[in-house]
Each structure stands twice: as structure tokens, then as C-alpha cells.
């Protein structure tokens, strides 16, 4: 994909972090926050929107509860009580929680507000079994400096429940998960390219580890993004997990817009409004035409008895083949992934992409002539139950009209491939209220003194620190930057000076990088392989020389363990040392007269590639230089 | 407005002539923070209860504010609308009364307010599914919480159950607080004991402004029963299990609430249920043969003496409070919730007796709650029983209470009261328990 220029497209991004904090006890109960397979027990429940929100509230929600959606949760016994099973009310807030999320406020040089009120948020997805989730804002503004990026808000919330399976009818979920406490930070629109975002996710995820204070491992955090282009519209992008996928998926939410933008200008250019096109907009039942088609999806549709709906969308040939994202994404795909989520319907054909897929051009034709349609028309086919198919169409023809418009308002899941899927329109305004069980917690001083404790130090402090231990400025700011600067700390405190902290922050950085320039898979490799290479040094096992060698190998071959591989270059002792020089010595004797003094690299090169980093190259040295005197003289 | 504002908040606000919902701005250093006022629900009169656009509130204080200023004032549609309306449609098969308590409520987001809506409409808008079962009448009776109940609100509700009967409803909704729910239950069982339908109390343990309250399931369940049931019983419908599976129907007379918060609070204590109910098929199936049909009629005979008192008997129960009570106030009666069998310390025993001389009414149940009491069976029983005590087989305290009450209300000589609190008037005396009667826990 060829690059957009993002400053001439007015690209915004903004973060919103959600980061689980490492307390013993959830967020409002006394609950452990591990997560936890196995349960004995399940509840089934229904949400229901509540009084005052019916008519207003989001259609994906409104749809579920129509279509009965039961949710059913696992109830593990070490980590969830009766306040996750919504039998309790909420006990007060974790203060370790409250105080860990204000260290981080002060950390961003956000300003704390002076109460703290917990709020419902209305989440109807069964993800939490309230159907609301609990928040509170802790403080407000800030700035992440060396990125000139602004913090709005910084959020304590509770965590949702662990989905584990869905189908049409029924989602499961464990409750292990529910009320882990989350602090979430939201960075103002001012990220102003893909890379840019995914560095300042590194980096306010590096503060976070800092503090020493929250969960490490997969899941434990997760981004959500907010695009925008000029003209567009701020899209949220839910549950982004892995940071390297930030930048593609920036990149290609930037050219959904821009190519969306596109489709309004063409829909005007060919003098389409939308009064056109819903007053030409014909829908009919043609299962008739597909009685023997060929069409295995249309077939089975229709076996399973389903209908066959054909959709005349007016003057729009070409528009629904258009590719938002090249390769991967056409407007047509919008419209299915809207009759997925609110009608609950697959299978859905469109002119653009046929014939194909087992459908004819004679049935097309037949379709078109149903239809009364022109080859300037588009045609969309759809199979499914009489009642899905009503609310088909009535969503199709919402989302055609929303061309007109740009790019409508949407929350939208990001895929694994750094592309994103609808997931349910945005709520207009935040649907909120206070949680009147827990009481207004007012900000004290002395909550604040507790605070500052947990308050991690500054990068600028770091550096000094750093070079005082020896690291050189370019390696010090080299692992200031990295992700594993909390194990670069972590591993200090355990093996220096025993194992020098140069030799520990190259490993994290340098060696690494070396690993991968070999071919190496460096993501196989974890901080517990680190942590075992570096105290096989601190134990004299190993010698700091073998520490690239091994990682090589380890990441080039298949199914072993890094402790065999280490095992194959542990030291050898030093009388099989001083046997192996000898005799490779002896055996070069005529060489070595020859050579005298310059004698010592041909032997060191021997030798060196006879114990393959399995003895500290320092020592070898010392070894030969003192038996080639004796044999020389 | 800014009544919910006090001291210097208060002042600022109104020098200003902000009121409550205004749009303000405020700045606090190099913040600057824009939202909606709220009314203050801090206990520090220091702060303002600000609500941002993001939809959160936040607490500022008036330290260090170097500026607020009103940006807009509320627009005067937003102002609440009060609105309560009494309905009285047409000829309905069921009426709704409400008590109190939020079984169906809306929420005002703004303040988090929650204000009960009882309209007939405004049910039908929260749970549709009623005109499935049956032609609804609502009817707001008072509104109060639960905790307050009286003796002299059981007589209204009773009076417009008979009313509603004789409108030629065919069973009766009951929408209360869940705390005294029982006791209510109890009150309308010995107050109508000829009904010409059931009289089916709901509550709900989690309010109805929440996506996952109980209400709608047990108002529906509650619907179905009052339009199937056979009998002519008041019943408490409520939640079966913590999942939203089924609602059990207890009698009125036999059910407590065991929990304080689960969704599964109220049990049948030394009874079956007489009914469940399947709301996801509209059904209802009877578990309990042993019930009281329906009347021709709907008798009215609602009195209460509250001259009464409940007595938790326990180890060190200072004999002088006792006596302070028997002999200084004008009580007439006390159920004790004995130990065990039903004893309390024999140092109590020649109160008793010269309170029943005195015609004061002692009743014994257990404070096991499960089970009935036997006196004959240890020394100290004998003992209270010859002091006069009268053993009230396996009647739950509260209910032996409200029972007195109404006893009271209507009988004044001891013996008499003493055979009408041992007669079975409307199920409350159980003559029979079986084995499956006491609930089991599982830990493994």
C-alpha cells in the first residue's frame, strides 16, 4: 500500500490505554486478580436497556435484547464473589488501586480532581453482569513531553468479563476478569502519524510498568484508538492488544476514511441524493429465480427455509466494489458487516463481485430484470429468514444512505490483520450515572503523600542513574526507550554487579537486534529466557561472549529448549580448557616456531573455535600467552 | 436553584446566579474545566459536583479556583416535568398497585436520580411483554420505602385489594420494598382471608435502572401468576435462583427474605412453594397442592394493635430491661424467638407467669426458623409452659407477630387470644413437615 501523505490528510490520533493494575483485591471487592479456568457453577442472565433509555438507546444494543440474547457466566470460586455475580453491592474503592492510578496522574503532570465520583457506564453486551461498568475520573489534563502529546483524563474502571464463547443466542463469559481494577488514560487528538501512535502507546505503557504496579503478559493491556481525518470523523478502534499492529491499523483506518470521502464525492458527482436514491430503492423476493441455482450458500439458504432477497440500489454500479482498503476491503464489506451485526445475517452478494461464488450471469440477468434495473444499478442479493431479511434491508438501506455522509459515527473492532470490522454505532452521548452505592471519595492530603511514594522516576533521572552504573549515554537512552526497561531494572537488583549492567542492557537491545539480523524468531524470545541467560552468567555457567551464539541458535531451530542450548555452552573447566589449548598447541608446533610472537591469533582462532563460547575469550588468552612463552623460548 | 449547595459554595453560586444545571466553566490553575453543575451530593460543602461532556462528575473544590463563570443557563424544557397520573382506563383483569420501592423506574442521568414510574403506560413501555398475559390497570397507592412501613399503611393496601377485587379484577400485583415485604405478606393474609383471586407481592433486589434488575422478570412472573394461579392466597413472587431462570411463588404467610442482596432472597421456610414460574413460556406450574381456593367473595377485615413486641432471646438477656418492659408500657403481647425447642433462661420463667396473670400474651417460636417448637421435651419448656407461654408450632417469628397484632385487634381476653393464635387461619401453622423441607448447601 502505497503511503497517504498523513499531514495533508489531517490525520488525528488519539490513545486511550487500559492498563490492569497488579493489586491482591479487585476494585471493589476483596477478590483475587488472577485469572482462573476452572469453575463449578454458571448463572444465565438477560439485560434488559433501562426505562428511560428505550428509543434512545444504540440499535446493536436495543437488537440484542430483542433477539433474547442470553448471557451465561462461569463462576470461578477463588476470584469472583457475589458483587461479581451482581448479587452484592459494591464494597469501596481499592485505596492501593486509587493510589497507583494517582502516582501515574502525577507522573503525566495531570491535575487531580479534588473528588472522586464512580459512575455507571451503560455497556449492555453482557460483558459485565450489571450491564454497566464502573468508572471514575482521577484526574485531568497532562502531557506525555517528549512526544508533545496532551493527556485528557485519567480513569480508574473496573475490567470487564473474560469472553469465552459466542454464538447467535448466547455468550459466554468467565468472571474471573470482572473487576481486576484498569486505570485509563486518554491522550488528546494530537498523535499525528502511525508510528507516532504506536511509540506513544510504548511509552505511556513503559510509565505504567514503571511503577511496578501493574499486570505484565498478554491482555493485560489494551489500546483503543480514536482516527480522524480532515473532513472525516473520529472512528473508536476497540481492543487493540499487540502494539507493533498500531501503525497498520492507523494506515488503513486513514485510507477507510479517505476512500469513503471519495465514494460521498463520487455519489454527488454522478448527481445522486439520497431522496434518489431511497426513492429508487426496489427490494423484491426472488427466491423463485434461484429454485436450481447452483450457489451452495443461496442453496443451503434456502434449504434451511430461508429466502432470497434482491436489493435494486440505483445508479450505484461500482460503489459497493470500491476498495476502501486495497485488498482487503471494499464498501460492499461495510454493508455486510452491518447485516451481520444488526440483522444477524451472512451471505451477502453484490453486482460489483459477480459472477461468482456459484450465481450465473443468467440469474444476475434475471435479478436485474426483476428488479427493473439498469447496468448503471447495483444489485445486492441476501438469503435468510423473512424476519432477518426485513431488518436486512432496512439496514442496507441506512448504511447506502450514510455514503452520503462520509463516514459514519462507529465503534469498530480491530482485527488481527491490523483492519477493522463495525462492531456497533457510538453511542451519541455517554450514557452515564452515578453509582449511588459507593460514596463520593474525597482527595486527601494524605492520600496524596501515599501517591507520591508509587510515583515512577523520571526518565531524565534514569539516564544519570544509568550511566553511573556504567551503561554509555547511547545505550542508557537505547534502553530507556526499549519495552523491557522494567526487566533491565528488575534484573540489575537481582545479578549486578556480579553480571555488569552493560552486559544486561545490551543483551535486552543490542544482542537482540544482532539475533534478529542472523534470522533469529526474537519473538520466541521471552523475559524468563533473559533472565535464565543472565543469571547462567551470574552462576559462571556461562560466559557473557556465548550470550549472542546461543540466542541464534535458540531462535533458529525447532523444539528445543533454551536450557540444553545453554547447557551446550556452559564453561568448560579449566583443566579441560588448558588440555584443549595443549593440545592444540603441540599439534602446531612447527607453525609456531615459525610464526613466533604473532603466533598467538592462529592459535587463539583455534582454539576459540574449538570451545565455541564455552570459555571466556579474556582467559583463553591469558592461557595461551603464557604456554607459547614457555614453548617459543 | 442551588439548595443543595451549602456555606461558601453556596455563596459563590449565588453571587454568581449559577443554578443547578448550568453550563459553567471553572479554571484551577492552567485547567480549565467546562460541565454542567450538578446538585451537590458531597458531604464536603467545599465542592462543586461537576458533570463533564465525556458524561463523567467530578468533584472540584472551591480552593484555589481562580475562575468560574456561567456559560449557559439550563434551558427551561429540561426542567423536570412532574407528572403522576392516576389511571383509570378501562375494565382491566389485573391491578398493578404500587407501594413503593423502584420495581419499575426511570433513571435521570444527569443526577442519577431515580424516580419510580408507575403509569399503567410507563409499565407497559418497561416490560411490553405484559400485554401478552393480560389487560393491566396501574394504580399508585403511596410510595414509600419499604424500611417504613406500618401496620396503618397494611390497612390501605388491604382496603384497595378489596377494591380492586370488587372492580372486578380477577387477581391483584402488589409492587413493595423488599425489606418488609413478608411482613406485609403476612398483614394481607390474615386481613383477606376470603379472596376471590391470588394478591401476588413482586419487589426487586437490584433496582430496575440497572440493564440486569430483577424487576422486569419478577413483575412478569408476578403478571402471570395473578392471572393463572387457582388460589385465592396472597403470595410473594420473587426470583428462584440467582440466574434468570424461573420465579417461585411462596405463601405470604411462610416466606423470608434470607438474604440480604441475592436476587434469590426470599425462601419458603417450613413450607413448599405453592407454585413456579416458567416467564419465558408464560407459564405456571403448581408445586404445592395444599392451597386455599378462591372465594366467591373478597372479606375485608383489616385491624392491627401494634402494642407488641418481638423478643430475640439470647444468652445474658437482662432480666430488669425485661421487666422495665412488662411492667412500664402498655404492651400486650410478645412473640419470643426462643432457642431450640423454644426456651429461653429459666431466671425469666415467673415474668412470664405474672405477665400472662396480667393478661400480657407470650408466645414462643424458634429463632432456628426451621422447624417447630416443642416445650414438653426439656425441663425449662415444662417450666415456661406452666408459666403460661404458648407454644406456636412452626410459625416464623415475624409472622407469630403480625399475627398477634391482628389477634390483638380484635380479641381482648388472653384465652381467646391464645386459640385464635394456635388456630390455622390461612396456612401459616404448617401440621406436617417432611424430610425435603430444609434447604441443603453444597460445597463440593
Request: with cysteine.
Amino acid at each position: 500500500m502505497s503511503e497517504l501523505n498523513y499531514e495533508e490528510l489531517g490525520l488525528k490520533v488519539g490513545l486511550e490505554i487500559h492498563q490492569q493494575l497488579n493489586t491482591p483485591h479487585k476494585l471493589f471487592c476483596n477478590c483475587s486478580t488472577n485469572l482462573e479456568e476452572e469453575y463449578k457453577l454458571t448463572l444465565e442472565r438477560y439485560l434488559r436497556p433501562a426505562l428511560s433509555e428505550l428509543g434512545e438507546v444504540d440499535v446493536a444494543a436495543l437488537f440484542e435484547w430483542k433477539k433474547g440474547k442470553k448471557y451465561v457466566y462461569r463462576i470461578p470460586i477463588t476470584t469472583s464473589c457475589l458483587v461479581e455475580a451482581d448479587e452484592e453491592p459494591p464494597h469501596a474503592i481499592n485505596e492501593e488501586a486509587l493510589k497507583i492510578a494517582l502516582a501515574i496522574a502525577m507522573a503525566l503532570n495531570s491535575n487531580i480532581v479534588d473528588e472522586i465520583y464512580v459512575m455507571r457506564k451503560i455497556v449492555i453486551d453482557g460483558s459485565n453482569t450489571t450491564g454497566f461498568q464502573r468508572t471514575a475520573i482521577i484526574a485531568l489534563g497532562g502531557m506525555l513531553k517528549d512526544e508533545e502529546v496532551s493527556i485528557q483524563s485519567i480513569a480508574v474502571e473496573e475490567d470487564a468479563a473474560r469472553k469465552i464463547d459466542e454464538g447467535t443466542d448466547q455468550v459466554t463469559y468467565s468472571l474471573d476478569r470482572l473487576g481486576i481494577p484498569l486505570i485509563e488514560i486518554s491522550t488528546g487528538p494530537d498523535i499525528r502519524s502511525p508510528e507516532q501512535a504506536e511509540r506513544v502507546a510504548l511509552k505511556i505503557g513503559q510509565l505504567l510498568r514503571m511503577t511496578g504496579k501493574v499486570k505484565r503478559g498478554i491482555g493485560t493491556i489494551r489500546q483503543d484508538l480514536n482516527i480522524s481525518i480532515k473532513g472525516g470523523t473520529k472512528i473508536e478502534i476497540k481492543g487493540v492488544q499487540k502494539l507493533e499492529l498500531i501503525p497498520d491499523i492507523v494506515r488503513y483506518e486513514a485510507i477507510r476514511q479517505f476512500n469513503l470521502l471519495k465514494i460521498k464525492e463520487e455519489l454527488y458527482r454522478r448527481g445522486l441524493t439520497k431522496e434518489l436514491v431511497l426513492s429508487n430503492f426496489v427490494v423484491k423476493d426472488v427466491t423463485e429465480l434461484f429454485k436450481n441455482t447452483n450457489s451452495k450458500i443461496i442453496k443451503n439458504g434456502i434449504e434451511k427455509g430461508g429466502l432470497v432477497y434482491g436489493i435494486r440500489a440505483y445508479k450505484l454500479k461500482g460503489v459497493l466494489g470500491w476498495e476502501l482498503i486495497p485488498k482487503k476491503r471494499r464498501f460492499g464489506t461495510e454493508i455486510a458487516d452491518y447485516v451481520r451485526a444488526l440483522a444477524g445475517l451472512g451471505g451477502l452478494f453484490h453486482s460489483d463481485e459477480l459472477p461468482n461464488y456459484g450465481i450465473t450471469e443468467e440469474e444476475i440477468n434475471k435479478v436485474r430484470e426483476a428488479l427493473n434495473a439498469t447496468t448503471e444499478d447495483a444489485l445486492i442479493l441476501i438469503v435468510g429468514e423473512r424476519e432477518r431479511l426485513d431488518k436486512a434491508v432496512e439496514v442496507i438501506k441506512d448504511r447506502i444512505l450514510l455514503a452520503f455522509d462520509g463516514i459514519p459515527k462507529e465503534t469498530r473492532g480491530a482485527l488481527d490483520d491490523g483492519t477493522t470490522k463495525f462492531l456497533r454505532p457510538q453511542p451519541g452521548s455517554a450514557r452515564m450515572y452515578p453509582e449511588t452505592d459507593i460514596p463520593p471519595r474525597r482527595i486527601d492530603e494524605k492520600l496524596l503523600e501515599d501517591a507520591k511514594k508509587l510515583v515512577p522516576e523520571s526518565p531524565e533521572s534514569k539516564m544519570k542513574r544509568y550511566i553511573v552504573l556504567g551503561l554509555s549515554e547511547e545505550l542508557a537512552k537505547e534502553i530507556i526507550r526499549d519495552p523491557r526497561l522494567d526487566l533491565f531494572e528488575e534484573l540489575v537488583n537481582k545479578y549486578s554487579p556480579r553480571v555488569p549492567p552493560v552486559v544486561i542492557a545490551s543483551t535486552i537491545t543490542n544482542t537482540l537486534k544482532y539475533v534478529k539480523s542472523k534470522g533469529g524468531d526474537i519473538s520466541k524470545i521471552n523475559e524468563e529466557d533473559i533472565e535464565e541467560l543472565i543469571k547462567s552468567i551470574y552462576e559462571s555457567r556461562i560466559s557473557k561472549d556465548s550470550i549472542s551464539e546461543i540466542l541464534v541458535e535458540y531462535t533458529t531451530s525447532k523444539n528445543v529448549e533454551l536450557k540444553d542450548i545453554i547447557r551446550k555452552y556452559e564453561v568448560l573447566p579449566i583443566e579441560e580448557l588448558e588440555k584443549i589449548i595443549d593440545d592444540i598447541i603441540n599439534s602446531n608446533l612447527d607453525e609456531i616456531r615459525k610464526r613466533k610472537d604473532k603466533a598467538v591469533n592462529l592459535i587463539m582462532s583455534k582454539v576459540m573455535s574449538k570451545v565455541k563460547g564455552r570459555a571466556d575469550g579474556k582467559i583463553v588468552l591469558e592461557l595461551i600467552r603464557s604456554r607459547l612463552k614457555n614453548v617459543i623460548e | 436553584m442551588q439548595e443543595n449547595y451549602k456555606g461558601k459554595a453556596y455563596d459563590i453560586l449565588k453571587n454568581l446566579n449559577i443554578e443547578e444545571g448550568d453550563l459553567i466553566e471553572i479554571k484551577k490553575g492552567d485547567l480549565r474545566i467546562r460541565g454542567i453543575l450538578l446538585p451537590s451530593y458531597s458531604k464536603d460543602d467545599r465542592i462543586f459536583v461537576i458533570k463533564l461532556d465525556n458524561g463523567y462528575n467530578i468533584g472540584i473544590s472551591i480552593d484555589n479556583i481562580t475562575e468560574i463563570k456561567p456559560i449557559e443557563k439550563k434551558s427551561s424544557k429540561d426542567r423536570e416535568s412532574e407528572r403522576r397520573e392516576v389511571h383509570n382506563g378501562a375494565k382491566s383483569e389485573i391491578k398493578i398497585i404500587s407501594t413503593g420501592g423502584t420495581i419499575v423506574s426511570r433513571v435521570e442521568y444527569e443526577t442519577g436520580a431515580v424516580r419510580p414510574a408507575l403509569t399503567t403506560e410507563e409499565i407497559i413501555q418497561f416490560l411490553p411483554e405484559i400485554n401478552e398475559i393480560a389487560k393491566v390497570d396501574a394504580e399508585v397507592l403511596f410510595s414509600i420505602l419499604s424500611e417504613n412501613m406500618k401496620p396503618e399503611f397494611w390497612v390501605k393496601i388491604a382496603e384497595s385489594v378489596k377494591k380492586a377485587f370488587d372492580e372486578g379484577n380477577t387477581g391483584i400485583v402488589i409492587a413493595h420494598g423488599t425489606d418488609t415485604m413478608a411482613y406485609t405478606a403476612s398483614a394481607l393474609a390474615f386481613s383477606l382471608r376470603s379472596l376471590q383471586g391470588p394478591v401476588v407481592l413482586v419487589g426487586s433486589q437490584r433496582s430496575s435502572d440497572r440493564p440486569s434488575s430483577d424487576s422486569a422478570i419478577n413483575l412478569l412472573s408476578a403478571v402471570i401468576t395473578a392471572k393463572y394461579a387457582p388460589f385465592g392466597e396472597v403470595v410473594v413472587n420473587m426470583h428462584a435462583e440467582s440466574s434468570d431462570t424461573y420465579a417461585l411463588v411462596h405463601r405470604g404467610v411462610k416466606v423470608r427474605k434470607m438474604h440480604s442482596s441475592r436476587r434469590d432472597a426470599f425462601q419458603s421456610v417450613n413450607d413448599k412453594p405453592l407454585a413456579k414460574v416458567l416467564w419465558k413460556e408464560r407459564k405456571l406450574v403448581m408445586l404445592n397442592e395444599k392451597y386455599i381456593s378462591k372465594k366467591d367473595e373478597t372479606l375485608l377485615d383489616a385491624k392491627f394493635d401494634n402494642r407488641v413486641f418481638l423478643l430475640y432471646y439470647y444468652p445474658g438477656l437482662d432480666r430488669d430491661f425485661l421487666e422495665q418492659m412488662l411492667t412500664n408500657t402498655k404492651i400486650r403481647g410478645i412473640i419470643i424467638a426462643g432457642t431450640g425447642l423454644g426456651h429461653t433462661s429459666s431466671d425469666h420463667i415467673e415474668l412470664f407467669r405474672k405477665a400472662t396473670k396480667d393478661g400480657i400474651f407470650i408466645g414462643m417460636t424458634t429463632q432456628c426458623l426451621f422447624g417447630r417448637v416443642n416445650m414438653n421435651v426439656y425441663t425449662t419448656g415444662r417450666q415456661l409452659l406452666d408459666a403460661g407461654v404458648t407454644p406456636l408450632e412452626d410459625m416464623l417469628p415475624e409472622v407469630a407477630l403480625v399475627k398477634l397484632m391482628w389477634v390483638l385487634a380484635h380479641e381482648q381476653d388472653l384465652e381467646k387470644i391464645q386459640n385464635l393464635m394456635i388456630t390455622n387461619l390461612v396456612g401459616e401453622i404448617n401440621p406436617r413437615h417432611t424430610l425435603d423441607l430444609f434447604p441443603r448447601w453444597s460445597y463440593e
